[in-house]
């Protein structure tokens, strides 16, 4: 796709890195942080070489700098993520309200599901398209020491407030149906650490990783039991998600509207904070659902990734702003 790139401010979603491998789009990763100077610079530079820039959104700022930097000579399909309509803080409020009402000067708004995009309708009624995610492209794999395939259930965690990893952990410690241990990964950090850290030691029912490359990781979802997709934050759809579709894991979710929405029966659901709710979901996993799901989500990110592409390549309907 010619003309084409994914530009990121901040920190780098593993959706725009994979939207870019999938479409063959460059990407530009500015890794930027407040008053985002450098990435505006650089936004000026870049932009105007593009007929089309998919732009991640937030952080807020990113849109009216790339909306200054092309002056309707190009279009751009804002990729909008939680944050950029569905608070978590304060910080949040202040990066990225005051710029949200700019998404109706884009080309096209992409929600990541459908709740998302009901959301944001109200916002730039009639440019909203949902886009799910692509799958990642095949990776190199190394064993991770110590596990045994097949007798683990796998949390990848960001350590982000809206994983109740704690909770996750506290069932493990009580057993999970089938002896498996909880492995999670990801580098402890903020209210929850403590607490799992200290679950950790008490026996040898979870695992904690940190921080892995990416060949080590992928060999933790492709021999894992399952795969925990865990949220409290509405309007989500994990990144978790589409790894195991691409592997074919079956999925335990925490029970979200929007997370039973797309994942339908093929997935089993917990209650967060309810006891023993976390094993009555393992309990229930039944064999073909993995490959159940994947079939359905696979087909799911083909027809987004064919619409994005033709949203990028279509004639017209390029961005505009005020003077």
């Given amino acids: 796709m010619p003309g084409g790139a994914v530009l990121a401010w901040s920190r780098l979603a593993r959706r725009s890195r994979d939207i870019a491998w999938r479409l063959g789009l460059k990407l530009y990763h500015l890794n930027d942080k407040p008053p985002y100077l450098r990435a ?21 700022p990113a849109l009216p700098g790339t909306l200054l930097a092309l002056r309707g000579r190009g279009k751009i399909l804002c990729d909008v993520h939680t944050g950029m309509f569905h608070y978590r803080s304060i910080k949040e409020i202040v990066l990225n309200r ?43 794999l190394e064993p991770v020491e110590g596990l045994d395939p097949g007798r ?16 996750v ?3 493990a410690i009580r057993g999970l149906p089938g002896g498996y241990k909880l492995v999670v990964t990801g580098r402890p950090r903020g209210r929850e650490a403590s607490r799992v850290r200290e679950l950790a030691r008490r026996g040898n029912s979870i695992v904690l990783t940190g921080f892995l490359p990416e060949p080590q990781y992928y060999w933790l979802v492709t021999n894992s039991a399952a795969v925990i997709a865990l949220t409290t934050w509405e309007y989500t759809v994990l990144s978790v998600i589409w790894e195991a579709a ?9 029970s979200t509207r929007t997370l039973r929405k797309l994942l339908g029966s093929d997935a089993v659901y917990f209650n967060v904070g309810e006891d023993n709710s976390l094993a009555t979901a393992v309990a229930a996993l039944k ?5 159940r799901l994947s079939e359905r989500l696979r087909r799911l990110s083909s027809e987004s990734m064919d619409r994005l592409s033709s ?11 005020s003077p």
């Fill in 287 to 291: 064999p073909g659902m993995g490959e």
């Fill in 311 to 321: 949203l990028c390549n279509e004639t017209g309907n390029h961005t505009t702003i």
């Fill in 169 to 171: 952990a506290g069932e």
């Fill in 246 to 254: 691409a592997y074919a894991k079956p999925i335990i979710a925490s």
């Fill in 152 to 167: 683990f259930i796998l949390l990848p965690a960001s350590w982000d407030p809206d994983e109740p990893i704690g909770y």
């Fill in 98 to 140: 005051p710029f949200r009402r700019l998404l109706s000067k884009c080309s096209h708004v992409l929600a990541h599901n459908d709740d998302a995009a009901g959301m944001l309708e109200r916002i730039a009624p009639g440019l909203v398209e949902v886009i799910y995610d692509p799958l990642p492209p095949p990776k190199p």
């Fill in 40 to 60: 505006l610079l650089s936004t000026l530079r870049l932009a105007p070489r593009h007929d089309c820039l998919i732009l991640q959104l937030p952080p807020g």
